[in-house]
């Protein structure tokens, strides 16, 4: 029998380790950070000289990875109550109890501190000074201003687009003109994707007291002609980095098409005002900013 309840042991502290490793990954967004922290390594591989220097490259993921989990994580803590209300966030490890308060605010804490310490060890200042603004903007301007106006869509808007700067000031010590190209690429790019998912999660959003959709008619062709916008004007920002010298030929006409292809599926999702369209949108937003982000390294490394 001895046998037997040992390896009933170790399954159960196996289940239990697996069981805390879900919910941190939950309560920093992992998939979420990753991709954020995907568009720093663009930004930093843009700005670096051929010879990358690969131990500050993976120092800036790691620095960027935990300023992430830390924006998350608070974000998660305040919208703790908020969260219960709705179908997609109700199992999340604060809402159902799974994570005590206490908990989550270590990781939060813990993440933060060490994340804008990584960044200012490793590289200078302003990359620890962009980091943390992007950590406290995200989670004490953005995250409370979602229950009171969809402007919480544009706020949220700057901290989302400032990685690929920090990437690229890891490397130069200054935010140049290429900087803001790829600041602005990432800021545009956020509107047509959080209100496909705002359309989809509609009903969702409302039972939280969230109402982020950009006109008040909801789900309609007014909502659709301000997602055309956001990607049309993606058409000529997405091309700075042509027009600066950053990237060539090639990576203008990935640039070109990726816009093109995003820009008709908002004017399909104009034309149906369909569910199915607003999810086709959805996965093209996250196709678009990783092929132009690849696009423009690609185009420098050839």
Known sequence: MEPTLSSATNQALADQRTGLFKDLSALVKLRLSTIVVFSAGMGYLLAAPLSVEWPSFLLLLLGGLLVTASANALNEIIERDTDAFMTRTANRPLPSGRMTMGTALLVAGFSGVGGVAVLWWAFQP?????????????????????????????????????????????????????????????????????????????????????????????????????????????????????????????????????GLAFTFQAIRLYQTCAMKEARSLLFGSFAYLPTVLLALVFDKIV
């Open 126 to 258: 302003l990359t620890a000074l962009l980091g943390a603004l992007s950590l406290l903007s995200y989670a004490f301007i953005y995250t409370p201003m979602k229950r009171i106006s969809p402007v919480a869509v544009f706020i949220g808007a700057i901290p989302g687009a400032i990685p690929p700067v920090i990437g690229w000031v890891a490397v130069t010590g200054s935010v140049g003109p290429e900087a803001l190209a790829l600041f602005a690429i990432q800021f545009f790019w956020q509107f047509p994707h959080f209100w496909a998912i705002a359309w989809l999660s509609r009903e969702d959003y409302a039972k939280a007291g969230f109402d982020l959709l950009p006109d008040a008619s909801g789900r309609t062709r007014a909502t659709a002609v301000h997602i055309i916008i956001y990607t049309a004007i993606l058409l000529p920002v997405g091309l700075l980095p042509f027009w600066m010298g950053l990237a060539g030929w090639v990576s203008a006409a990935v640039v070109s098409v990726a």
